[in-house]
């Protein structure tokens, strides 16, 4: 009937594409509501329950899951009135005995159906034979948080899986497991005083954990094997590029949200029991932000597949972490985790990433070539577009060759970068028999390359090769690396393939520089422990005479600094003393930060080592707005303490105790009688 109010439907799903698909459906027959998790759905419910005609409801869902909404709506008595239908790709009988067993109406699969879902919709409306009273504005906090957290995941998510070989769903099973054990740990303690907006800060956050992941050569993140300790060097130093990157991102409204990114992203590795990097923070000096995501990150981790492991199973996963293999956790964190592992697991199951994105994609596609039920709306193609432009805005940020091929129409791609080092067009036809590419690549390496195609599978699409390209005048050795993709016809049909090509000699190239910056400590830049023990005791082998000193510093009452300060004041403390350190000595002598506020130096002598070293001492004492700091300091002299570097370090770490014991703020030499007392230690 004309001038008829439309009824009321409550679409809650996570993703924005599938709720814009389904608005796009149902929009001219029906008001749309829109919520992008359980939570927000719940309030929805709780104020408008009487008006709805209709809730489509995915299962899979950060906060709070389908089935938390279907109890929600049973106790309070809105599942009576308001039917369901519930929106899922998973099939299990399980799930869908759980379901109807919870009072759901119906099921609709994705990838979706114009007339199916239309359909459906108007028998479950009709069957219920309510007539709902219609209200047209739709409340702008549906909205609220959609830019903050959709679209950082979502980036995020993607630059996870273009650099580091993962799937993008490691990052939404983080920030879900991080928000269920802050309500978790909540409801246990009231220790860390966190608000519900606080929580949501932090699970928004946690999404930018690896971040600094973008800047380690892909060669080192998706090594197969076990890395070196020179790589393994260079992947920590993830954690504080990352926060680098943070910390020069200017803070106007998000301040909470880049502080508590901030914490995350530098100190999600640290352990609480000090084992942990790169500051080797202990217990509560850990943010709980950085502590929660550090465990969310290892679960994932362990039950993930990854280019070096296989994927562990939920029960090995619990027993390694709370032996302590992984590290040592809060143990209030790990009761929660414990008693709470089945339901965080359910939480955490879902749909490959990869997978989902597709059927997203391809039921946009779809819908936009039909045109069925009006035209796509402007939101949806939006969406779309957005998917190529994150595509292309990647690939050129990588520096890398990178191609594409389809049967269908004959076609290669190529990036940008690409283009421009090959010297061809970013898009031609038929490249298995292109003049340029042969040219380039040789008709034997194409051949190599189809070959290899036709061993791949759907199961097994991936593969790698070594071949000899000509460029400008000379020969290189490049790596292709290529997934083939495939239709999802049964069977499935080959349709082409992603590829990238990697100049050999510049990724070892890249290799060395990273390794040498591998030998830095990343704040303060001076040697890592692992590179000063090294050089020293090289230097100790040129001069056996004994004419050297090591001088173990240590920054006074640090911690206070840290809880008083805050932990980036801390930092400039840990880098001014780093520069003074380096004005103090000559070039020829080894500065270090051995981990935390621990300092050493390694001084060679001729004169008035004494002397020397109250210089120093005087130099590294001073003060930082209007704060002033202090060391202790030992020294050993490898006449007096021997010449090894254990019995060196030894000497000088009994002097540096000494130092303390006797009220800090100054400097010991080592003797024969701390000798004695650290034998009776």
Not at 155 to 182: A, D
Not at 218 to 229: D, E, H, M, Q, V
Not at 546 to 559: C, H, M, T, V
Not at 599 to 607: A, C, D, G, S, V
């Amino acid at each position: 009937m004309e001038g008829r109010k439309k009824q009321k439907i409550l679409i809650v799903d996570d993703s924005e594409m599938n709720r814009s698909i389904l608005a796009d459906m149902l929009g001219e027959e029906y008001d749309i509501l829109e919520a992008e998790d359980g939570v927000q759905a719940v309030g929805i419910l709780s104020k408008q329950a009487s008006e709805l005609s209709l809730v489509l409801l995915d299962i899979v869902m950060p906060k709070l899951d389908g089935f938390g909404v279907l109890s929600a709506m049973n106790q309070n008595g809105w599942i009576v009135d308001v039917p369901v239908i519930m929106v899922s790709a998973e099939s299990g009988s399980k799930q869908v005995e759980r379901a109807y067993e919870l009072g759901v109406t119906d099921f609709i699969n994705r990838p979706f159906d114009a007339l199916v879902v239309r359909r459906r919709v108007v028998n479950t409306i009709l069957l219920y034979a309510k007539q709902k009273r219609l209200i047209g504005m739709v409340e702008d906090q549906i909205y609220e948080t959609e830019q903050r957290s959709s679209l950082m995941i979502d980036i995020l998510s993607h630059i996870v899986e273009f650099r580091n070989g993962e799937s993008g769903l490691h990052i939404l099973h983080v920030r879900t497991f991080t928000s269920m054990l802050l309500d978790l740990l909540m409801a246990r303690t009231d220790k860390y005083e966190l608000s519900p907006r606080d929580i949501s800060v932090i699970s928004t956050a946690s999404a930018l954990h690896d971040v600094g992941k973008i800047a380690i050569d892909s060669a080192i993140l998706n090594k197969p094997g076990r890395l070196t300790p020179e790589e393994f060097a260079i992947m920590k130093t993830h954690t504080t590029v990352g926060a680098d990157m943070l910390s020069k991102i200017p803070v106007q409204h998000g301040e909470d949200l880049v502080k508590a990114a901030y914490e995350i992203c530098r100190w999600h590795h640290e352990r609480w029991d000090g084992s942990g990097y790169p500051d080797g923070l202990k217990g509560d000096d850990i943010p709980i932000s950085a502590q929660v995501v550090a465990l969310a990150d290892v679960y994932d981790a362990l039950t993930s597949q990854r280019v070096y492991k296989p994927a562990h199973t939920h029960e090995e996963a619990m027993r390694m972490i709370r032996e302590g293999q992984c590290g040592q956790f809060n143990p209030v964190l790990l009761e929660c985790l414990t008693e709470n592992a089945e339901k965080i697991r359910t939480a955490l199951q879902g749909n490959n990433a990869e997978q989902i994105q597709q059927r997203n994609l391809r039921s946009i596609s779809e819908e936009a070539l039909r045109g069925e039920g009006g035209a796509v709306s402007e939101r949806t193609l939006r969406l779309l577009d957005y998917e190529r432009m994150k595509y292309r805005f990647f690939a050129a940020m990588s520096d890398e060759i990178q191609f594409e091929y389809t049967v269908s129409p004959c076609m290669a791609t190529l990036s940008a970068y690409g283009s421009r080092m090959l010297g061809l067009e970013e898009i031609f036809m038929d490249p298995q028999h292109s003049e340029k590419l042969i040219g380039i690549v040789g008709q034997k390496t194409i051949d190599k390359i189809v070959a290899r195609q036709r061993e791949t599978t759907p199961e097994n699409p991936d593969s790698s090769m070594e071949v000899l390209v000509h460029l400008n005048g000379e020969s290189r050795w490049f790596r292709i690396i290529t997934r083939s993709v495939w239709t999802n016809d049964v069977p499935p049909k080959y349709a082409g393939l992603l590829g990238k090509a990697i100049d050999i000699h510049e990724e070892k190239m890249k290799l060395s520089e990273l390794e040498k910056k591998a030998s830095l400590d990343p704040l303060t830049g001076l040697l890592n422990r692992a590179s000063a023990r090294e050089q020293i005791e090289n230097r100790m082998l040129i001069h056996p005479s004994g004419n050297f000193a090591l001088a173990e510093i240590d920054i006074d009452n640090f911690k206070s600094i840290n809880d008083e300060c805050g932990h980036i004041f801390g930092d400039r403390v840990l880098q001014e003393l780093a520069q003074r350190m380096k004005h103090s000595v000559r070039s020829s002598d080894i500065c270090c930060r051995a981990g935390g506020e621990e300092f050493f130096l390694f001084l060679e002598y001729n004169t008035d080592i004494e002397r020397t070293v109250e210089r120093i001492f005087n130099n590294l004492c001073f003060e930082l707005q209007g704060r002033r700091v202090t060391v202790s300091m030992g020294v050993a002299q490898g006449g007096v303490a021997g010449l090894s570097y254990e019995g060196l370090y030894h000497a000088a770490d009994l002097a540096l105790y000494t130092a303390k014991e006797a009220g800090k703020n100054r400097f010991c030499f080592y003797d024969d009688a701390m000798k004695e007392k650290g034998e009776t230690v």
